[in-house]
């Protein structure tokens, strides 16, 4: 299965990455924040994004070590992997 894979920037704000959610041509879409998480601190943040990949009818991965960043996607019912080659898997 194909992917897309979308590298957040640190200036990048919630409704930027949506909009890349959006326009991307995959139905599946790894999203890869930068070191300092910034805009993905936000448990709203990731409902919103998890509410906007499932209204676009794509299945998004957060691409990510940070255990913080993690039980937030956790929440948000959004899989996490460590890298791009791992399994993606919510954590618990």
Known sequence: MQKDVIYID???DITAII????KSKEKVVALVPPKRIGVLQSAVNLRLLARTAEG???HLVLITGNTALSGLAASAKIPVAKNLQSKP???S
């Open 89 to 91: 898997e919510i954590a």
């Open 10 to 12: 640190v200036e990048d």
């Open 19 to 22: 909009e890349k959610v959006k």
């Open 56 to 58: 676009a009818n794509k």
